[in-house]
């Protein structure tokens, strides 16, 4: 055996053989199915392991579908009731703003209804103190009305004493009925035509036209609302005058004794005239002795309603009207007086006559005061016994005039249950304030009974 190392020679190479050849493709035919297998077996093992993973993802899948299923059915089932619980909440919303807007509607109707109630409560109290005024109202004019024809009766008599204590007695009953009345009415209850009013320091006395009290009525008040019936100021009339027609009385002060002026019929003359009495306190009683009266003007169709003046420097003066006479219409005359007030002291002027329209012929009932620059008159026109009775003013320069009216008419007339004022005179307070005593009719009773 030698020990040389030889090179082995490829049996696979070129010089190899057929037998060799085949044992080669064998060798690869081998290994190629034995790779086939391997692929197989694996391709085999992949596949189910796929089909295993597919089936698992299949029911995962089916599982999450279901899920999904039951989620989507949950979501829906929320949904509907979230839907439900909007419309419920709509519902409740518009419930409440339902019984809001009828509680609203309800607390106004209960405020409406307070204030209803209120209303009622206090028309029923009005009522009740209204009920009460009316029947003591009733009950006073109840009793006034029964003095005042126990009045008449003792007029129809002739006793004169007893017709004033007649209304004496009822004079409270009858300021109670006036009171009742409330309002700027009447503050004299009884007929108390043309007054006059004459303040003597801190009181008052007004007269008037003869009525009830006698010839020339007097009361007496400290504060021009509530006024005390004194009787008759004028208890005895002189021999050559009438009865029963003593018109429009006025008052004059003097030192220590007071000058009344007053209308009566002159019997001889056959006219109304002038007269004048005297007196040492102003309630009377006057005492008329004179042989005649002091203005009776049968020129100018004799003379009525007379009205004194005081002017600023001290002289006496005294207004009238003058009656119709001769065709010509009345007019107002004025006159000065002497110092005593108990003669005239000149002849008379005329100051105005009737020339306006709501006038109708008539001016009568004169009063003059001083104002700034001149003097004011007042007078009266129309008919006396109508509504159309007024008051009429004119500016004069003197008490003897001349004196103008303006055209605009009267300055007091009739008003609400006011009618005819007429009569108007002027007088002061203890101010020196300007008032004016006036008399009317009250509505419905317009017109002498």
């Known amino acids: 055996m030698t020990n040389v190392l030889t090179p082995i020679p490829d049996r696979t190479g070129p010089g190899a053989g057929p037998r060799a050849t085949r044992v080669r493709t064998r060798a690869r035919r081998a290994s190629w199915v034995a790779l086939v297998a391997v692929l197989a077996t694996a391709s085999v093992g992949a596949e189910v392991a796929l089909g295993?993973?597919?089936?698992?993802?299949?029911?995962?899948?089916?599982?999450?579908?279901?899920?999904?299923?039951?989620?989507?059915?949950?979501?829906?089932?929320?949904?509907?009731?979230?839907?439900?619980?909007?419309?419920?909440?709509?519902?409740?919303?518009?419930?409440?703003?339902?019984?809001?807007?009828e509680l609203n509607d309800a607390s106004r109707a209960l405020a409406q209804a307070q204030d209803a109630l209120r209303v009622v409560k206090s028309g029923?109290?009005?009522?009740?103190v209204q009920a009460t005024a009316n029947h003591t109202q009733i009950s006073a004019l109840a009793e006034c009305l029964g003095g005042a024809q126990q009045a008449v009766l003792h007029l129809d008599t002739g006793d004169i004493a007893g017709a004033t204590g007649a209304l004496q007695w009822v004079q409270g009953a009858c300021n109670d009925a006036l009171t009742a009345a409330g309002g700027d009415g009447p503050v004299f209850p009884f007929d108390f035509a043309d007054p006059f009013v004459l303040r003597v320091g801190s009181t008052y006395y007004a007269y008037s036209t003869n009525a009830g009290a006698g010839n020339v009525q007097v009361i007496q008040s400290d504060d021009m609302r509530h006024w005390q019936l004194l009787g008759n100021a004028l208890p005895s009339l002189p021999a050559w005058a009438g009865t029963n027609a003593t018109w429009a009385p006025s008052v004059l002060a003097r030192n220590g004794y007071y000058v009344l002026y007053y209308v009566v019929p002159d019997m001889a003359a056959g006219q109304r005239c002038i007269a004048s009495a005297v007196a040492l306190a102003p309630q009377g009683p006057f005492v008329d002795s004179s042989p005649g009266p002091l203005v009776c003007r049968t020129d100018l169709g004799g003379a009525i309603d007379p009205s004194p003046l005081v002017d600023p420097s001290g002289n006496v003066w005294l207004l009238w009207r003058g009656e119709d006479h001769g065709g010509q219409k009345g007019a107002i005359y004025s006159a000065p007086l002497t110092p005593d007030g108990r003669a005239l002291a000149g002849g008379p002027t005329a100051l105005i006559r009737a020339d306006q329209g709501w006038e109708q012929g008539v001016v009568e009932a004169p009063s003059m005061t001083a104002i700034p620059g001149g003097f004011a008159l007042l007078y009266s026109g129309n008919d006396w016994n109508s509504r159309s009775y007024a008051t009429g003013f004119a500016w004069c320069a003197t008490p003897a005039g001349p004196c103008t009216k303006p055209p605009r008419g009267p300055v007091l007339a009739s008003h609400d249950a006011v009618a005819g004022p007429g009569g108007a005179e002027f007088f002061t307070d203890p101010a020196g304030a300007e008032w004016i005593a006036y008399h009317a009719y009250t509505v419905p009773n317009i017109g002498y009974p």
């Open 124 to 128: 029923v109290a009005s009522a009740a």
């Open 52 to 101: 295993a993973s597919l089936r698992h993802a299949h029911a995962a899948h089916s599982r999450g579908e279901d899920t999904l299923a039951r989620v989507n059915q949950l979501l829906r089932a929320v949904d509907a009731q979230l839907n439900a619980a909007v419309a419920k909440l709509a519902g409740l919303r518009h419930d409440i703003a339902t019984r809001t807007s």
